[in-house]
């Protein structure tokens, strides 16, 4: 599925409520989001609606060859993919110092999650572990790392996806 770019208008989008269909005009110009898990599916979409929306957004994705991909065929400036491995601490605290160092974040969707499929008792402690980082740990470190900055420009929208 090729990204969609907007077009510089705002971005308009379309739902249904029973038989009525509604629009609804989004303009997210001037913000930065952060949308984790944004290589496919529910998070893909979810960046798409953002970037129609004219919103700057900076997407995750756990490959760094297809990050890099997406990188060099990007054409613009306002979306930046970054390669992002939420299994253990370290690596969210790495994650989370590269935040530090990019424009502050207005609105942040934590969809990246995992699930392994397989019987409970297969489980290993470590797959457990690394359940626990994507799904719970992550999230919950990224969101305390950007509500500092949300209270002091009196602004912020974060957004937690789940599912076990």
Same mark, same amino acid.
């Given at each position: 599925?090729?990204?969609?770019?907007?077009?510089?208008?705002?971005?308009?989008?379309?739902?249904?409520?029973?038989?009525?269909?509604?629009?609804?005009? @989004?303009?997210?110009?001037?913000?930065?989001?952060?949308?984790?898990?944004?290589?496919?599916? @529910?998070?893909?979409?979810?960046?798409?609606?953002?970037?129609?929306?004219?919103?700057?957004?900076?997407?995750?994705?756990?490959?760094?060859?297809?990050?890099?991909?997406?990188?060099?065929?990007?054409?613009?400036?306002?979306?930046?993919?970054?390669?992002?491995?939420?299994?253990?601490?370290?690596?969210?605290?790495?994650?989370?110092?590269?935040?530090?160092?990019?424009?502050?974040?207005?609105?942040?969707?934590?969809?990246?999650?995992?699930?392994?499929?397989?019987?409970?008792?297969?489980?290993?402690?470590?797959?457990?572990?690394?359940?626990?980082?994507?799904?719970?740990?992550?999230?919950?470190? @990224?969101?305390?790392?950007?509500?500092?900055?949300?209270?002091?420009?009196?602004?912020?929208? @974060?957004?937690?996806?789940?599912?076990?």
């Amino acid at each position: 599925m090729p990204p969609r770019h907007g077009n510089g208008s705002s971005g308009k989008s379309i739902a249904r409520f029973g038989n009525q269909i509604v629009s609804i005009n @989004i303009n997210l110009s001037g913000k930065t989001a952060l949308i984790t898990g944004a290589t496919r599916g @529910i998070g893909r979409a979810i960046a798409d609606e953002f970037i129609e929306a004219n919103a700057q957004v900076i997407l995750t994705g756990t490959s760094q060859s297809e990050i890099d991909q997406l990188n060099s065929e990007n054409e613009n400036k306002a979306i930046k993919w970054l390669m992002a491995d939420f299994s253990t601490s370290d690596n969210i605290k790495l994650f989370i110092d590269k935040l530090k160092n990019m424009e502050p974040i207005d609105i942040c969707v934590n969809n990246a999650g995992i699930n392994i499929i397989k019987p409970l008792i297969e489980v290993s402690n470590e797959e457990y572990q690394r359940i626990m980082s994507v799904n719970l740990s992550a999230p919950f470190s @990224i969101v305390r790392s950007l509500i500092p900055n949300m209270k002091k420009q009196k602004y912020g929208r @974060i957004v937690n996806i789940a599912s076990i």
